[in-house]
């Protein structure tokens, strides 16, 4: 794939030309072969320097903004791995790390689904109003964050009272009865997260739309938070974990309402759907949404099946997911961020440019994530073992949690190609493709939990995902080129 795609959108001559040198060795012009491969690397390398050197290239817009990003996210999971530590080390693996994962992850799957809703269609629309509409992106902007209260308000109350229901909690779930008895505790403090995550998440999408990406730094800061409450408040799980995340919570927002201050207005609320800005968002918004609650139910359902397999899966789970939380989280929020704010500049006929640019970086992408898994691979027993193994945390969850990480490294490569293509596809308005991808997602991870969790036990939930980022890889792939060759 790398050797058929250009650096350039539009065509280099100087790199369509080198790449074929590679593959024309031939027994008559063998002792040629190292001149040519020298030649196609120096035409590659000043290529890329001229790219590097155009502030209108696409490919440096892209470049740099995935630097700068991975940099804030490896910032804000570094964060996120103190917090980890702290947890570990005051709480181990039991029932209470159960308790707290099963309801975050519960409260935390529509704050997922708006988020992703909003940035899928917000960043295309926020670039386009900026562009040719100043003054009706002033009234939508107000209205939205009216909008975004309400819709807070009523996902927490409804949130709250569905995961307060004792049948559910305690039947539903299959959480041990200890483990229920401290749900119980915790659900209120964490579901009025929600009327804070949603109003952030929009804030977030105004920031990457103008091409800043300080807020993906801030998204360390409920982590920080939590790991003080912990420190402070330990004798105390159920207050630490819930509080402490409210908390966290509390801070980015305001942090974020300031950020935004710093380059644009802040909106009053207005209630209401009078800004032109609606008919393109209410053209899309219900198969997005409904492609997003698919998507991100493929997350949820993880503990559901963790919870059937014994005391301590998820929480074990839980610690290995943070630590393949800093590699697909630096993926994902840096190719993501990065892409589609230059995918959605372009021109609505850059249809063949949108792909070659795309087909370069998930073949880099793709890639650099097999080379990650590899090296994470060999050095997860001593990554496990120094990151968390303290205090309640024993030898034997460094050797549980190593393995589950070593499985989940199979979805890297995948999981970071597959997110150039959706990036493609979202820049191209392509939402019909997205939800069927989504689909698909769900059906293979719902059938390989279930077949892969009863052959190989909890190992077979990463297997499932694995297989389930392969799938989108592969269905995103097909489905940009389609869109291409139209």
């Not at 999971?77 to 209470?96: C, D, H, L, N, P």
């Not at 739309?209 to 790991?227: D, K």
């Not at 990463?462 to 291409?484: D, E, K, P, Q, V």
Request: charge should be positive; proline fraction near 4%; glycine fraction near 10%.
């Amino acid at each position: 794939m790398i050797a058929s795609a250009n650096l350039s959108g539009s065509g280099d001559s100087e790199v369509s030309g080198a790449w074929p040198l590679l593959g024309q060795g031939t027994a008559n012009s063998a002792e040629k072969t190292p001149l040519r491969l020298i030649a196609s690397i120096v035409a590659l390398a000043r290529s890329v320097r001229e790219h590097l050197s155009d502030p209108q290239s696409s490919h440096r817009q892209i470049a740099v903004g995935f630097l700068s990003v991975s940099f804030f996210v490896f910032i804000g999971k570094f964060a996120g791995a103190a917090k980890e530590m702290v947890v570990a080390w005051r709480y181990g693996v039991g029932e209470t790390i159960d308790a707290y994962v099963f309801v975050f992850n519960m409260v935390n799957w529509p704050i997922a689904v708006w988020f992703n809703v909003m940035s899928t269609v917000l960043i295309p629309l926020f670039v386009r109003l900026r562009a040719e509409d100043a003054v009706g992106l002033r009234v939508f902007r107000a209205e939205l964050y009216g909008v975004t209260a309400l819709a807070g308000a009523a996902l927490a109350a409804l949130v709250g009272a569905l995961l307060s229901w004792t049948p559910f909690l305690a039947e539903a779930s299959g959480l041990a009865p200890g483990a229920t008895r401290i749900a119980h505790e915790i659900v209120w403090p964490l579901a009025l997260c929600i009327p804070l995550a949603l109003p952030i998440s929009v804030l977030a999408c105004e920031t990457m739309a103008q091409r800043r990406h300080g807020n993906t730094l801030l998204e360390g800061v409920p982590a920080l938070t939590l790991c003080f409450a912990v420190l402070l408040m330990g004798a105390w799980p159920a207050a630490a974990l819930s509080y402490g995340t409210l908390a966290g919570f509390c801070a980015q927002f305001g942090i974020m309402l300031w950020y935004l201050s710093c380059f644009d207005s802040i909106p009053r609320l207005r209630i209401g759907f009078s800004a032109f800005a609606w008919r393109p968002f209410r053209g899309v918004i219900a198969t997005i949404v409904v492609a997003q609650i698919v998507n991100t139910l493929a997350a949820v359902i993880d503990p559901f099946w963790g919870a059937r397999l014994g005391e301590g899966v998820i929480a074990a789970m839980s610690y290995a997911n943070r630590m393949l939380a800093l590699l697909v989280g630096m993926g994902a929020l840096a190719i993501g961020r990065a892409m589609l704010p230059v995918l959605s500049g372009l021109e609505c006929g850059d249809g063949p440019q949108r792909y070659r640019l795309s087909r370069l970086w998930a073949s880099g992408l793709f890639a650099l994530g097999a080379v990650c898994a590899a090296v994470i691979w060999i050095s997860a027993p001593l990554l496990v073992r120094l990151v968390f193994e303290r205090g309640a945390f024993i030898a034997a969850d460094t050797a549980r949690v190593t393995e589950f990480l070593r499985w989940g490294l199979l979805q890297l490569p995948f999981y970071f190609g597959s997110l150039v293509w959706a990036s493609q596809l979202n820049a191209a308005r392509a939402y019909q493709l997205l939800f069927f991808g989504a689909l698909g997602n769900l059906c293979v991870k719902v059938g390989g939990n279930e077949v892969a969790s009863r052959l190989i036990g909890a190992d077979g939930l990463y297997l499932a995902t694995a297989c389930m980022y392969c799938f989108s890889f592969i269905f995103y792939w097909f489905g940009a080129r389609r869109m291409t060759e139209r």
